[in-house]
């Protein structure tokens, strides 16, 4: 008789061991489920915080630059205009220079005029170099350029790895 209770007991707790399992396995597999969805809740919460971020400072490179590109253009239409008044008065002065040469005055007037006239070229090529220089300040590269790694790094994160796929 007391095998025959162990016996009936050993059935009674595999059969209440086996109730338990079914429900320890389901209770298991939501607790997966919910660490997994907190994972890729983290991993959202990340993603969004560092794309609000990259956002961001995106923003303030733009700006920046927009106020590169006006500060560039303002000093071109300057420049456009020194150059063009610059531009005139030294045709002015070649044509007075070839005036005063065929008249043929003395050496020392010839020389304070080729002096003028250097000096005249002189501003009128820093000024064509200077405004060459301040053309290369416009537009938004280094915005561009920023954003396009933005999305490049955007682009990798959101695409699923090769180890998640064989997983």
């Not at 959202?44 to 733009?62: E, G, H, Q, R, Y």
């Not at 560039?72 to 420049?79: E, G, M, Y």
């Not at 537009?139 to 920023?146: I, M, S």
Request: charged letters at 15%; proline letters at 1%; a neutral charge.
């Amino acid at each position: 008789m007391d095998d025959s209770n162990n016996t009936d007991k050993q059935h009674k707790g595999s059969a209440t061991a086996d109730s338990r399992t079914p429900g320890e396995a389901e209770t298991q597999q939501i607790e997966q489920a919910i660490k997994g969805l907190q994972a890729l809740l983290s991993q959202i919460s990340t993603l969004s915080s560092s794309l609000k971020t990259w956002s961001n400072s995106s923003l303030d490179l733009f700006l920046l630059e927009m106020k590169v590109n006006m500060a560039a253009a303002r000093q071109i239409v300057l420049c456009s205009i020194i150059f063009t008044l610059l531009a005139v008065l030294f045709i002015f002065s070649l044509c007075v220079a070839a005036g005063l040469v065929t008249f043929h005055f003395t050496a020392h007037l010839l020389l304070s005029v080729a002096v003028f006239i250097g000096c005249l070229g002189l501003a009128l090529s820093a000024l064509a170099w200077w405004q060459l220089r301040l053309t290369h300040f416009l537009g938004f590269k280094n915005t561009t350029k920023q954003l396009q790694e933005g999305w490049y790094a955007f682009s990798n994160q959101t695409r699923p790895s090769h180890a998640d796929k064989t997983h």
